[in-house]
T-cell receptor, first 117, second 117 residues
Framework: EAGVAQSPRYKIIEKRQSVAFWCNPI?????LYWYQQILGQGPKLLIQ????????DSQLPKDRFSAERLKGVDSTLKIQPAKLEDSAVYLC???????????????FGPGTRLTVT | AQKVTQAQTEISVVEKEDVTLDCVYE???????LFWYKQPPSGELVFLIR??????QNEISGRYSWNFQKSTSSFNFTITASQVVDSAVYFC??????????????FGKGTKLSVKP
């Protein structure tokens, strides 16, 4: 079974530029998550999708971050414009969990390391 | 508010030593789930275990064992006879089953384990 795929693996941009990350979850997984992991810290949830709907985006900085999962499969996370503090690893995870069911384990992709200069 | 504390920032041991990684959590929910993830230098988070709040039985999987104690809100992880391949950052995480954000993982800051030959 293929794991969670993410691209690109690395990205370097200048502040105020825009960037987009792509994630393809494990086949059949209804729930998709984007996390931000700053160096030396644990991952922090940015947004959770169930199928193509947003379940939780309370920690997403909506003035600059956006995410979509149009067909309920793969997803894109965008930052526009980027700031220096956005330098982090962006992790995508998927889970077979459905709303109302107990929490299942999440399976993570390799992440995209973003450096904003 | 939910919180996960991993007080040990870094631990260094010599191969074949036993090592315990501490995890203390805070939650007001009666139903919740605890997880451990391993993050090797490659960066991908690897799921190790999930435990629900109603099951306080300790679990053993090969050289890994977990001690869940609700009385002290702790979910500690022990590696017996450590090996160099165990070197990684280990994260403890909490997920609450009640409320709107079901399944979201709240991570601790991680413990970096270095196993030297």
């Amino acid at each position: 079974e293929a794991g969670v795929a993410q691209s690109p693996r690395y990205k370097i941009i200048e502040k105020r530029q825009s960037v987009a990350f792509w994630c393809n979850p494990i086949s059949g997984h209804a729930t998709l998550y984007w996390y931000q992991q700053i160096l030396g810290q644990g991952p922090k949830l940015l947004i959770q999708f169930q199928n193509n709907g947003v379940v939780d985006d309370s920690q997403l900085p909506k003035d600059r971050f956006s995410a979509e999962r149009l067909k309920g499969v793969d997803s894109t996370l965008k930052i526009q414009p980027a700031k220096l503090e956005d330098s982090a690893v962006y992790l995508c995870a998927s889970s077979p969990k459905y709303q109302g069911e107990p929490a299942y384990e999440q399976y993570f992709g390799p992440g995209t390391r973003l450096t904003v200069t | 508010a939910q919180k996960v504390t991993q007080a040990q920032t870094e631990i260094s041991v010599v191969e074949k030593e036993d090592v315990t990684l501490d995890c203390v959590y805070e939650t007001r929910d009666t139903t919740y789930y605890l997880f451990w993830y391993k993050q090797p230098p490659s960066g991908e988070l690897v799921f190790l275990i999930r435990r629900n709040s109603f099951d306080e039985q300790n679990e053993i999987s090969g050289r890994y064992s977990w001690n869940f104690q609700k009385s002290t809100s702790s979910f500690n992880f022990t590696i017996t006879a450590s090996q160099v391949v165990d070197s990684a950052v280990y994260f403890c995480a909490l997920s609450e089953a009640d409320g709107g954000s079901q399944g979201n993982l709240i991570f601790g800051k991680g413990t970096k384990l270095s196993v030297k030959p």
